[in-house]
């Protein structure tokens, strides 16, 4: 897409696929703002985290183009179609990018799994203030009237400060509609832990395979400066997620534990 | 596997798939400190992240069953085996986790991709001492002679101390024989990026299509303190990796700001 005006260009992505309404929706918000070009994985991409294809080659296709949009898809993930719209579709290195509206909860412990959030990683890494969204309903119809008012707020406000240095975001909004909503808060990702109840079963040739499930254990459920807390008491929670993954203090507990081994 | 005895029981996993030589080589040196339970991905899944298989059933097979060693193949990625081997195959929870050795560089922003580095971090969540080890030769028969002589004072430290609250290990390896390696230097990830060159072809139907390649940037090659600097200058990088991924700094920083604003 060539910048033809002075409207901020905003690159926005999901991993559900793109048909998904959650996409549609942050699309519209995103044209309220600026020029958009949306890129997509063909279909639903959800528990890819930041998985990148290299076995198979990548194909991209335009669905779409008027004015202040272009809209793609790509056979690809999340992280992906961030790497292929930066070097492929984009004249410049957007102002924004904004990954979702995602189908579900990527509160806590689920930014690990995310492709949703993988894409803000990648938007991170590649020096574009990045946010992903997520909405805790995993219908295919939500009532998005939350994510509207509360979301467009988060998205000017990085529009106009941009973010702290090697942060992205992990916006979540609770259920409810929005005038329900309290505001926003700012949080840590909760400690928690997918418990997995593998769902074994046997083919018709008598042979055992695994479903994986199971259930979220929150475990600081009264911690209020969680976003699982947030969440839970009619809040969106905004947690910045970092995208140096080195633990400085760590560092130096470790340093002190090998220096007196002597090596 | 039932525990029978008092020896440590070590959880071992790759990216590379169950052929791979340097899984071979992190069972053997896993195997002369305790029980082995093995359990890697029926091919090889790099780049995989910490995607997790919820479209289609797992399969789970196992292949070799001998005193102190169960060795099984998994049809999901590593993050599933990690899993699986939790719920489904081992009755107490592992003492060690090790994932590796991957064929080829997890250092600086690679850990963000690498599967191997995903194993460790979801063994982490299950807080399992986990150790991601990897070596920056891509090739199918590199020297593990380095691996082996640090490699195992590093896992056998980590046996004895287990590792600091909320982390666990990316450990890279120098393309260098034992002899030439100068030591262990705990480092911090350096800033860098993959800088995607797309390769753009066309096949026999004439539709386009891409390879994702690309070549690393450091963005901070003179600094001492990273991994990258480090095995450059022929030492093994131990890097603590936060599992959560919260930024409080960043916290504070937009807290500030959002109440500025009167949200």
């Known amino acids: 897409m060539k910048p033809e005006n002075n409207r901020p260009l905003i690159l926005v992505t999901n991993d559900d696929g793109i048909h998904a309404p959650g996409l549609k929706t942050l699309i519209d918000m995103a044209r309220k703002l600026g020029d958009v070009i949306a890129i997509a994985p063909d279909e639903g991409r959800s528990g890819m985290s930041h998985a990148i294809t290299i076995k198979y080659p990548l194909r991209i296709k335009r669905l779409r183009e008027e004015e202040g949009l272009e809209f793609w898809s ?12 930066v070097n492929q579709l984009l004249e410049k290195k957007p102002d924004l990018l904004l990954s979702g509206i995602n189908h579900g ?8 799994y995310s492709g949703t959030m993988a894409a803000a990683v990648e938007g ?18 939500p009532d998005f009237s939350g994510c509207i008012l509360y979301g467009e707020e988060i998205i000017r ?10 942060v992205c975001l992990n916006v ?18 909760a400690r928690g832990l997918w418990i997995e109840e593998f769902d074994k079963r046997t083919d018709p040739h008598k042979r055992d395979y695994f ?18 807390w947030a969440l839970k008491n009619d809040y969106v929670s905004v947690v910045p997620v970092r ?3 080195s633990d400085r203090d760590a560092m130096l507990k470790l340093r002190s534990a090998y220096a007196k081994a002597g090596t």
């Open 172 to 189: 979540n909004f609770p259920r409810i509609p929005a005038d329900k909503i309290r505001g926003i808060k700012i949080c840590r990702q």
């Open 157 to 166: 406000k990085t529009l106009v400060d941009g973010l702290p240095a090697g």
């Open 74 to 85: 790509c056979s690809g993930t999340p992280a992906d179609c961030v790497k292929i719209a």
């Open 105 to 112: 909860s990527n509160s806590s412990i689920s930014v690990v």
């Open 211 to 228: 479903w994986l499930t199971g259930y979220f254990e929150n475990y600081e459920p009264d911690d209020e400066d969680t976003d699982e």
């Open 243 to 245: 995208i140096d993954f």
């Open 124 to 141: 991170g890494l590649h020096a574009i203030p990045s946010v992903g969204l997520s909405i805790t309903d995993y219908s295919s119809r």
